[in-house]
């Protein structure tokens, strides 16, 4: 599975951004799916995950202010990001985790599951 996050950038503290993940796989609903962050000297972190059927799991540090979505026929995981803090900034990445029975029924945000990454895209928040 091949993974291209897009939609990173800078913003104002209070501010929104939308990240995206668009997948190669023509079995992407075969995934367990989620959002990570990392910042450097620290592990990477579960923001938010996303089973085959959409059900959601959130870090309790972004619980109200992040949803994601995950659009099977269309191969693409969505973040919408809204009120961000200073806690926020890292490299943000997409994940997934194919299930070997082609089904995830439960999201997933340890990363130690995760086999498939993108390269990541950054976000920052600054006055």
């Known amino acids: 599975l091949q993974l291209e996050e897009s939609g990173g950038g800078s913003v104002q503290p209070g501010g929104s951004l939308t990240l995206t993940c668009t997948a190669s796989?023509?079995?992407?609903?075969?995934?367990?799916m989620a959002w990570f962050r990392q910042v450097p000297g620290k592990e990477r972190e579960g923001v938010a995950g996303?089973?085959?059927?959409?059900?959601?799991k959130y870090a309790d540090s972004v619980k109200g202010r992040f949803t994601i979505t995950r659009e099977n026929l269309q191969n693409k995981l969505t973040l919408p990001m809204n009120n961000l803090t200073p806690d926020d900034p890292a490299m943000y990445y997409c994940?997934?985790?194919?299930?070997?029975?082609?089904?995830?029924?439960?999201?997933?945000?340890?990363?130690?599951?995760?086999?498939?990454w993108g390269q990541g895209t950054q976000v920052t928040v600054s006055s």
């Open positions: 796989d023509h079995i992407y609903s075969s995934y367990c």
């Open positions: 996303a089973s085959t059927d959409g059900t959601s």
């Open positions: 994940g997934g985790w194919l299930m070997s029975g082609g089904y995830c029924y439960h999201p997933v945000l340890s990363s130690s599951e995760y086999t498939s």
